[in-house]
């Protein structure tokens, strides 16, 4: 599970788009970077033509229409530029499995963001539809770290994409519970939290300062994603859902704050 946490890539990189420079020659560096973009766009092309496919077929089943396939492709589709426009993050000659983990997650969370807006909320199965959907997304999201250490191919793109993905899941559950009445407007403040911190590095640049590793983050997160997954079970209605949602705000602001206070006390200390 990924934390929500500003990236922590202090490598310097070549001005234009090219690998970290590491011990060999220039020719060395650019039959790796070669190699990467051409193991990247084959692997991101692949899932994505899969993607689409998977999506006719469940928005033929959830009844969700054409439009949750458009906005589902055209999500995954701004995704996947991202993640191309951030390759010099990688280090390695490989795209990687971790990473193609963390793709396959995007589909996911692409698909449940556009059925969330264009399916139909009130019915059951679709619920549970999705609530399986997101499920999966996340047992996924136990894995990903996993390979990205086992292979050996750790990198400050794989662990932003995880966490952007992470990051949107939650925004997105947020928004599915404010919509399905199983809390108030506030609700949204649980999705909103991480980009209102990147908002804020604008005008705090301390904000932007490296954290280090927490469990403690990796733990409020996964409670998030469960908690908001809780809240989408038909079963689940006010007051306890009210409660449920409130609890998971609560932990995520008290992360965000424990951060902020380290990040501002840690400004003020000598070099």
């Not at 929500?4 to 560096?29: C, I, W």
């Not at 050996?152 to 947020?174: C, H, K, N, P, Y």
Request: charged share 15%.
């Amino acid at each position: 599970m990924s934390t929500l946490e500003p990236p922590t890539s202090g490598r310097p990189y070549l001005r234009h788009f090219r690998l970290p420079v590491q011990e060999g020659s220039e020719e060395r560096a650019q039959s790796r970077e070669r190699r990467l973009i051409k193991s990247t766009l084959t692997t991101l092309s692949a899932i994505y033509l899969v993607s689409i496919a998977a999506f006719i077929v469940l928005a033929e089943r959830l009844a969700t229409g054409p439009d949750a396939v458009v906005a589902s492709a055209l999500t995954l589709l701004v995704i996947f530029a991202l993640v191309v426009h951030a390759l010099p993050g990688h280090d390695h000659a490989r795209f990687g499995p971790a990473n193609i983990i963390t793709a396959i997650r995007a589909a996911m969370v692409s698909f449940f963001g556009a059925a969330m807006f264009f399916g139909n909320l009130s019915e059951t199965i679709e619920l549970y539809a999705l609530v399986i959907l997101v499920v999966s997304a996340l047992a996924l999201d136990g894995v990903d770290g996993h390979l990205a250490r086992r292979t050996r191919l750790q990198s400050a793109l794989g662990t932003r994409f995880d966490m952007e993905v992470d990051a949107f899941l939650i925004l997105l559950l947020s928004v599915a519970a404010f919509l399905l009445g199983k809390a108030g407007i506030w609700v949204l403040a649980i999705g909103s939290m991480r980009y209102g911190f990147v908002l804020a590095q604008l005008g705090l640049p301390f904000l932007k300062a490296p954290l280090p590793p927490s469990f403690r983050r990796k733990v409020i997160c996964v409670i998030q994603v469960a908690a908001l997954c809780v809240l989408l079970l038909p079963i689940i209605a006010p007051p306890v859902s009210t409660a449920v949602a409130a609890i998971a705000l609560l932990l995520i602001t008290y992360s965000f704050g424990v951060d902020i206070v380290h990040l501002a006390r840690r400004r003020h200390r000598p070099s």
